[in-house]
C-alpha cells in the first residue's frame, strides 16, 4: 500500500470511536464538533490546498443567498443541456448556477500545474471531489424550498412539513459545518443537507442502534483487505506498463484484467465499509425501515419522530442512505446496468438526480452517455476515465437491445443459462473497463485494449448489431424489463 493509501486507512478508522463520541451529544456539539475535526482533517492532509474546498464553498454560498430571478442569464444559457422549460426555469437556476460554478472549479483546480501554481494533494481532490456533490446537491435543497415557499403564498395555504425540505436556507456558518463536517469527508458516502439536519436533531439518539449494525457491516473488511494485498502483489498494475507483458501469451493479457479489477474492487470495499462504519458509529443516517431510505436520499416516506425514548428504542432502523456499496450486488448482479447500481451508490444516486434527470435527451442510452461523461469529468482528465466511463453506453445498448430480442423467447432452463453467460460477460466488460480507469493515460489503455484486440467493443457492437437485427429494441423503448437481478434465489447480504 503506497503512504496515501495508508492515511486513508487511518483516517477512516479514526472516524469509528470519533462517531462513538459524538453520536449522544447535542445538535450545537454535533455541528460544531463534527465541523473542527473535519477542518482538522483536512488543514493536515491538504495543508494550504485547503483554500481551494473554502473557495468553493463560498462561491456556491454567494449564489445560493441570491434570489433565484438572479440566475435567469445563465440558466437561459444552460436550458438547451439542462433540457428544461421556461415554466421549471427557476427551479433549475439555483442548481445550474451551482454546477457550472464547481464543475468550472474543478477544471482550474486541475490545471493548476499547467498555469505554474503547486499541485494539490492527492486528499485535497478527494475533498474537493465530495465537497462538489454536497454543494450542488445543497442549492438544489435550497431551489426545494424557495419553490415550496412560492406554492404556499400563491395558494394561501401553508403547509406542513413536507418530506426532504430544508427548514429555512442555511447560513454561511451552517454551510461551512456541513462541508467540512468528518463524516465522508475524503470517502463518502455523499449525503445531502437534510440528511445531516435529520443527524443534528435526532429525538433520542442514545436509541439508535451502532455497535450491532457496525459489526454486521464491517465483519467482511479484513478479508477484503488481506485479498486486496494478496492479488495486488501477486498481479501488480505496473506490469502492465511494462514492453515484457506484451510478449506475453494472448490468454495470459486477456486473463490478466481479471485480478486487476479484483484488487480494485477489494480496495474500494474495505475503504466504503469503513466509511459506512464510521457512519454507523455516530447514528448518521439511520432512519426508520418503515421511512424506506434510499442510498444517498434518504426517506422515500414520512415517518413521525418517536415522541419518548421508549417508542424510539422500539423502532427498526437501518442505514441505507449512507450504504455506499452492495458487495454481493456488484458481483453477482447479471446485468451491467444493475452493477452501476450497487457501485458507489450514494454518488450514483446524486449522479440520477442531478445529472441524469436534466439531461438533454430522453433515450436512455444518450442520457447514460451524459451521465457517464460528466461522471468522467467529476473523477479528473486523465482520458482513461473517458475511454472506460463512455464504453459504459455501448454495453447498456447491447444488453438491451439483446436482451430485449432473445431471453424471452428461451425456456426457463435457457433463461438460467443465458444469465450465467450474461453474467460473465458483464464482469469481464467491467474488467475491461477497469483497465482505463486504471491506467488512466491514452496510450497505456489503448496499448493493453490493443493487445487484446477491443474485444469488448467488438463483442458490444455484434451484440447490439445482433439484436437490432432480431428486433430488440433499446432499453428506453422497453416497456418491461425482463428481470433478472442476481444469480442466486435469494439475495445473501455482506453483512
Same mark, same amino acid.
Given at each position: 500500500?503506497?503512504?496515501?493509501?495508508?492515511?486513508?486507512?487511518?483516517?477512516?478508522?479514526?472516524?469509528?470511536?470519533?462517531?462513538?463520541?459524538?453520536?449522544? *451529544?447535542?445538535?450545537?456539539?454535533?455541528?460544531?464538533?463534527?465541523?473542527?475535526?473535519?477542518?482538522?482533517?483536512?488543514?493536515?492532509?491538504?495543508?494550504?490546498?485547503?483554500?481551494?474546498?473554502?473557495?468553493?464553498?463560498?462561491?456556491?454560498?454567494?449564489?445560493?443567498?441570491?434570489?433565484?430571478?438572479?440566475?435567469?442569464?445563465?440558466?437561459?444559457?444552460?436550458?438547451?443541456?439542462?433540457?428544461?422549460?421556461?415554466?421549471?426555469?427557476? *427551479?433549475?437556476?439555483?442548481?445550474?448556477? *451551482?454546477?457550472?460554478?464547481?464543475?468550472?472549479?474543478?477544471?482550474?483546480?486541475?490545471?493548476?500545474?499547467?498555469?505554474?501554481?503547486?499541485?494539490?494533494?492527492?486528499?485535497?481532490? *478527494?475533498?474537493?471531489?465530495?465537497?462538489?456533490?454536497?454543494?450542488?446537491?445543497?442549492?438544489?435543497?435550497?431551489?426545494?424550498?424557495?419553490?415550496?415557499?412560492?406554492?404556499?403564498?400563491?395558494?394561501?395555504?401553508?403547509?406542513?412539513?413536507?418530506?426532504?425540505?430544508?427548514?429555512?436556507?442555511?447560513?454561511?456558518?451552517?454551510?461551512?459545518?456541513?462541508?467540512?463536517?468528518?463524516?465522508?469527508?475524503?470517502?463518502?458516502?455523499?449525503?445531502?443537507?437534510?440528511?445531516?439536519?435529520?443527524?443534528?436533531?435526532?429525538?433520542?439518539?442514545?436509541?439508535?442502534?451502532?455497535?450491532?449494525p457496525l459489526l454486521r457491516r464491517a465483519w467482511p473488511a479484513p478479508l477484503f483487505g488481506l485479498l486486496f494485498l494478496l492479488s495486488s502483489h501477486i498481479f501488480p498494475l505496473e506490469a502492465v506498463r511494462e514492453d515484457a507483458f506484451y510478449a506475453r501469451p494472448l490468454p495470459a493479457r486477456l486473463f490478466y484484467m481479471i485480478p486487476v479489477f479484483f484488487a480494485f474492487r477489494m480496495r474500494f470495499y474495505v475503504a466504503w465499509i469503513a466509511a459506512e462504519c464510521g457512519c454507523i458509529a455516530a447514528g448518521f443516517g439511520a432512519y426508520p425501515v418503515a421511512a424506506k431510505a434510499r442510498a444517498g436520499g434518504g426517506p422515500t416516506l414520512q415517518c413521525p419522530p418517536p415522541s419518548s425514548p421508549e417508542k424510539a428504542a422500539s423502532l427498526e432502523y437501518d442505514y441505507e442512505t449512507v450504504r455506499n456499496i452492495d458487495c454481493y450486488g456488484t458481483d453477482f448482479c447479471v446485468r451491467v446496468r444493475d452493477g452501476m447500481r450497487y457501485w458507489n451508490m450514494t454518488v450514483q444516486w446524486w449522479l440520477a438526480q442531478y445529472i441524469y434527470k436534466s439531461a438533454p435527451t430522453r433515450s436512455y442510452v444518450l442520457r447514460s452517455a451524459w451521465t457517464m461523461l460528466l461522471s468522467a469529468y467529476w473523477h479528473g482528465l486523465h482520458p482513461g476515465y473517458y475511454l472506460s466511463f463512455l464504453t459504459i453506453p455501448l454495453c447498456l445498448a447491447a444488453e438491451g437491445c439483446l436482451e430485449s430480442a432473445l431471453r424471452g423467447r428461451l425456456s426457463p432452463g435457457g433463461q438460467k443459462a443465458w444469465d450465467w453467460v450474461h453474467w460473465f460477460l458483464k464482469m469481464r466488460a467491467y474488467d475491461y473497463m477497469c483497465m482505463g480507469f486504471v491506467l488512466l493515460s491514452l496510450g497505456d489503455t489503448l496499448r493493453y485494449w490493443a493487445s487484446i484486440y477491443f474485444c469488448i467493443h467488438i463483442l458490444a457492437l455484434g451484440a447490439l448489431g445482433l439484436g437490432l437485427a432480431l428486433g430488440g429494441g433499446s432499453p428506453s423503448r422497453r416497456k418491461a424489463a425482463t428481470p433478472t437481478p442476481s444469480l442466486a434465489s435469494g439475495k445473501l447480504r455482506e453483512e
Open positions: 500500500m503506497s503512504p496515501e493509501e495508508w492515511t486513508y486507512l487511518v483516517v477512516l478508522l479514526i472516524s469509528i470511536p470519533i462517531g462513538f463520541l459524538f453520536k449522544k *451529544a447535542g445538535p450545537g456539539l454535533k455541528r460544531w464538533g463534527a465541523a473542527a475535526v473535519g477542518l482538522g482533517l483536512t488543514l493536515f492532509t491538504c495543508g494550504p490546498h485547503t483554500l481551494h474546498s473554502l473557495i468553493t464553498i463560498l462561491g456556491t454560498w454567494a449564489l445560493i443567498q441570491k434570489q433565484p430571478v438572479s440566475s435567469l442569464g445563465l440558466s437561459l444559457f444552460l436550458l438547451p443541456s439542462l433540457n428544461v422549460s421556461c415554466s421549471s426555469l427557476d *427551479a433549475l437556476s439555483c442548481h445550474a448556477l *451551482a454546477l457550472a460554478w464547481t464543475f468550472s472549479y474543478l477544471l482550474f483546480f486541475r490545471a493548476l500545474s499547467l498555469l505554474g501554481l503547486p499541485t494539490p494533494t492527492p486528499f485535497t481532490n *478527494a475533498v474537493q471531489l465530495l465537497l462538489t456533490l454536497k454543494l450542488v446537491s445543497l442549492a438544489s435543497e435550497v431551489q426545494d424550498l424557495h419553490m415550496a415557499q412560492r406554492k404556499e403564498m400563491a395558494s394561501g395555504f401553508v403547509k406542513g412539513p413536507s418530506l426532504g425540505l430544508l427548514p429555512e436556507v442555511p447560513s454561511l456558518m451552517e454551510t461551512l459545518s456541513y462541508s467540512y463536517c468528518y463524516v465522508g469527508i475524503m470517502t463518502g458516502p455523499f449525503f445531502r443537507y437534510r440528511t445531516y439536519l435529520d443527524w443534528l436533531e435526532q429525538p433520542f439518539p442514545g436509541a439508535v442502534p451502532s455497535l450491532r
